[in-house]
């Protein structure tokens, strides 16, 4: 694949679109609107561990009808994969199909997907009692991971199993396009990257195992929205109209009320667009920086991924840092007082330790990222809404993160143990900080620092990407989500 097909540029193509040429595409979407609608009871309760399959009758292929009723049973168990409570690994409940299924018939491409889903699963579990996988890469291994074996197996069925369908309607710049540089970086690159890869992606929807909803949050803020007037009507009616122009169009959307199907937003207002349509913020998966379970985020259905800010459009010249033993300052932060948690931080902590070096804006001529490199624990208060950049930009410099939040899932949790590496701390515990900082022995300290280096690479952003670094474990997060669940026939 040549480089330039690879080019950061090509995210920014919105810079070249007309606001005109979006108003021409939302015309037809408003006009299919009046044609398809969503409808229907919703899916079961998600937990960690929750009972429930889909079973469905597909809708005919001619049918524009959205309409589709979604019938629940306790056939089959949700799992997931590493994590205590939420481990794959430790289920004993067989993939047996429904009786109705035994019957002799032809099987279609939805069952032979969920063969393969299911062989996926008995794959999995049977890795924690297995030797180590080799893989000439990299084998996860460590206290980082809450099950390195299992990760592991996922992540190679992932390698070779799972497809997704990106849905091809939507004009640039609100779809097929986003940012990728800037703090909403992620929407964008994720976006090129999975429209440009020739592994994961599928054109043939009848292989696909979800499908993906290529629209920016962030560009429907640029273009959709009308600044300081806080209407998000004009994104819903985006999303909206969009989906019911995929749901006229195919039946995928339909058969499943959007559970396998995913969208992908960094802005603060991601959660707010998904709530356009009942079903895309109750049923589908939704993969959102703006990872808050206050604010209706679940980690069992949902997925967490990392806010990154890309200020120049590749991770050069930002990664690396000295090692633990040349860190001469205790904790620092700087940045900008907003949200209820950083003024607290800063009413405690700034200009009153040199230990601690809390500032909301940094003295001229002083640098940011030396800072972090000099730093031994880096401190990561959320803002407005619970992510933050610093949380990645501290893994990257080798410093220990230090989260500073409420209600907030870290990235991949499902498989990365983030105690191991990094220290969670409530808002109340902000005027004992340096206590808590001073406690972590300097043997414990180390141990910590050397297993951010060794995460390094799950945070990593590259163009084309590389194995296990951030694209691939978002895709991987989403992997264990259509895991979740089995979709059967209801004949």
């Known amino acids: 694949m040549g480089s330039s097909r690879w080019n950061w540029w090509a995210c920014w193509g919105s810079e070249v679109f007309s606001k005109m040429k979006l108003l021409l595409f939302l015309v037809p979407l408003v006009l299919v609107a009046g044609f398809a609608s969503v409808k229907g009871p919703s899916l079961c309760r998600w937990g960690f561990i929750a009972d429930c399959s889909i079973s469905f009758t597909p809708l005919p292929a001619s049918s524009n009808s959205s ?10 168990k949700v799992f997931n994969v590493s994590k205590p409570g939420f481990n794959l690994a430790a289920a004993n409940e067989s993939d047996e199909s429904h009786p109705r299924q035994k019957q002799k018939r032809k099987l279609s491409f939805l069952d032979r997907n969920e063969v393969v889903l299911a062989q996926a699963r008995a794959a999995i579990r049977e890795a924690k009692n297995e030797n180590q996988t080799q893989d000439s890469d990299y084998v996860p291994i460590g206290p980082m991971y809450w099950n390195a074996k299992t990760f592991h197996r996922s992540y190679l069925e992932m390698e070779k199993q799972f497809k997704v369908f990106v849905y091809e309607e939507g004009e640039t710049p609100v779809f097929h396009n986003g940012p990728c540089k800037s703090i909403y970086s992620m929407e964008g690159n994720f976006i090129h990257a999975i429209e440009m890869n020739d592994h994961f992606r599928t054109k ?13 949050v962030v560009m429907m803020v640029r273009f959709v929205y009308q600044r300081d007037s806080r209407d998000f ?62 604010e209706g985020f679940k980690p069992a259905k949902d997925v967490s991924f990392p806010e990154i800010n890309l200020q120049t459009g590749s991770i050069n010249g930002f ?31 700034e200009n009153k330790d040199e230990d601690i070096q809390v500032h909301k804006y940094l003295p001229k001529g002083v640098s940011y990222y030396d800072k972090l490199r000099n730093s031994k624990f880096c401190l990561c208060p959320s803002g407005y809404e619970v992510a933050s950049p610093r949380v990645v930009e501290a893994i990257y410099t080798g410093c220990v993160p230090v989260l500073i939040s409420e209600h907030y899932v870290p990235p991949f949790s499902d498989v990365l143990n983030w ?38 690479r799950h945070f990593e952003v590259h163009s084309p990407p590389k194995r296990f670094d951030v694209f691939h474990m978002i895709l991987h997060s989403v992997w264990l989500r259509r895991l979740n669940f089995r979709m059967t026939l209801n004949l």
Request: proline fraction near 6%; charged fraction near 20%; charge should be positive.
């Open 67 to 76: 309409s589709q009723t979604l019938h629940q049973s306790n056939e089959t």
């Open 204 to 216: 043939d929807p009848k292989k696909a195992h979800v499908f993906f909803l290529p629209f920016s």
């Open 233 to 294: 009507g004009p994104i819903r009616k985006t999303v909206i109209d969009y989906i019911n122009l995929i749901a006229a169009r195919y039946s995928y959307w339909n058969r499943s009320l959007g559970a396998d199907h995913f969208m992908l937003a960094c802005h603060d207002w991601g959660p707010e667009a998904s709530l356009s349509l009942p079903y895309l913020h109750k049923n589908s998966i939704r993969v959102l920086c703006n990872a808050n379970t206050s």
């Open 319 to 349: 990664i690396g840092g000295p090692s633990a033993s040349k860190r001469s300052i205790l904790a620092f932060f700087a940045g900008g007082v907003h949200g209820p948690i950083r003024p607290i931080l800063l009413e405690h902590w």
């Open 419 to 456: 105690k191991s590496f990094s220290v969670e701390l409530s808002v109340k515990d902000i005027p004992n900080l340096k206590d808590i900082l001073m406690s972590i022995s300097p043997r414990q300290y180390i141990r910590m620092q050397r297993r951010v280096i060794q995460i390094q």
